[in-house]
């Protein structure tokens, strides 16, 4: 027996399960009660979501000898891995999949999204020198944009980033914030990636360790 303490459900009506510290999830269909077991290629994945196409998306960060961050798309059917993606990185988020089938993720100086059946690059937007992924999640507005968070390279001041679904190309952007007592020299364990929501009305809610609840209407 296994503490799971992960879910995340499947367009197909399932949900897969996984343990923290474990390289193995499993899938179970709740209307057949089919279920198989996959292994991750490394380390334990740390979070799971799922495309409407049958794919579910597997992330990981910080792995291995060379810290790098990878999403993989596995099959819902009998868990074969499909595809997978690496970068060596010293941040990257948490992937989004789009109803469109895009998996969006933001790592280090760029934006990327890639086809969740497939994993081919759908396009890579790169970030000016300077700025670095911030974010903890990524957040989709249907199927017209997705937003992320960035920070300058010492920590001090973040934005919040909006790009086109689908070419990737830039849409709207906060002023720079301040990030109280998160400059990388202070060392804080405060000074973690930031995490959104969005709101009905597409707001970008964004949570600030110090500050409270920062509001982002990007429309």
Known sequence: QRNYDQIAITSDGGFVLSSSGYQTFRYVALQSKQSWDSRAQSCPYTSFTASNNGTVIAYLHLCGFNSYSQISGFSVENGSLLWSRQHTAAQSSLPAVSPSGAVVWCVGSFMEAVDAVTGSVL?????????????????????????????????????????VLEDGSRGAVSPWLRLPNCQRFLQSQDCHPLRMALSRDSRIIVAVFSRGLVSFHPL
């Open 123 to 163: 396009w890579q937007v790169p970030i000016e020198n300077g700025t670095e992924c911030f974010s903890d999640n990524i957040v989709v507005s249907g199927t017209n944009w997705v937003g992320a968070v960035f920070a300058t390279a010492d920590n001090s001041q973040f934005q919040v980033r909006t790009f």
